[in-house]
């Protein structure tokens, strides 16, 4: 393989660096590893729960037996697994919309959500269906500058006006911020609980699955959303959402889902179901991958003197690699790098494109398998000042690697390093 003498010595220095982390990381996925299966063994996973349903996919075993296999792993009282969810943004929004109405409050207390879930939130009158334009009432607490949240703002807003539910948004998405421990979740579950006793704690879990040992509905969340063509789905799920937590919950949603007095007792799983177990049980080990890139990739480009987040070193809590460029032909240059990477579409030159959802154009890479799935090796970048990839996963350790040589090689060629 042509890696260029320079780039070849940085990579043995980063990896030689990031070897405590690398074990780490191992260690971590052992434990979730282990966790997966003993859900799968506890709730006696069988080769007949694999078989699909089709029509309304009454007295399906086996997506009744994979919600409470997610519910065991989450640490939760129920689970909605399902392929029609379209997308993270939709499982969450059907969260949401299961748990508020008209003239309930929505309080998120991590800053602005992720950029597609403006519009689903939208505006009073908006006419587009929105929680808002139902007249569900919201609000958010800005950050602190150091990006925790703004613990003052937060209590006063608690006092004077109690929300039903609080959004936490574990993963910086496009920020530059830290993600959110599940310590640090916790804590912001604790600080909530005790000045509102009755609101309901909202977690978006997208890209935080197994990046821990712990899962936020094991320290006190009562809903999370998160996406399976992320984290969860091991690379193999073709489509979907999960939703876990307190039970009466997870129905409102499965009521929003699908309707009420339906809710999570149909739906046709059309031959997913063995791809959902399978990717469950594959995510652990796939997680670790992705981080090991993660952290490799950070040692590299912190070596190049440029800024990341986080540092190669630093407590991992989300798949997101946040590296900041100096100008958008950085920027560009590594995202086409990224894509020059991959095993489909290596051929293909992304160009950023108005995103439907997005606020901003945004160039993203994504030579993957599944369309957008982001548990592979995949990088989006918003084009704005500061210019800031995101990178994200790697099915393979040794892919994000290659990934990072073409992402350096690119910049060379362009006489950017
Ligand atoms: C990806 C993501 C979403 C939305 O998921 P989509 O599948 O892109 O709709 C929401 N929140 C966070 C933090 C995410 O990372």
Redesign the pocket.
Known sequence: MNVPDKIGALMEEAEALAEPKLKQIDKRVDHNQWKVIRAFQKHKVSDYHFAGSTGYGYNDRGREVLDLVYAEVFGAEAGLVRPHFV????T?GTALFGLLRPGDLLLYMTGK??D??HKVIGKPGDGTGSLQDWGVRYDEVALSPDGMPDWNRLADKLRTAPPKVVGI???R?YDWRPSYTVAQIAEMVRFVKELVPSAIIFV?N??GEFTEEAEPTEVGVDLMAG?L??NPGGGIAPTGGYIVGKKELVELAAYRLTAPGIGGEVGAMLGVTRDFFQGLFLAPHLVGQALKGSAFASAMFERLGFDTHPRWNDERTDL?QAIRFTSADHLIAFVQGIQKSAAVDSHVVPEAWEMP?YEHPVIMAAGTFIQ?G?LELSADAPIRSPYIAYMQGGLTYAHVKWGVVMALSNMINKGLL
């Open positions: 997308s993270g943004t939709h969450i959500p992720y597609t879930l948004q574990r993963s998405g978006d997208c890209y996406s063509i992320k997101i959802g957008g982001s």
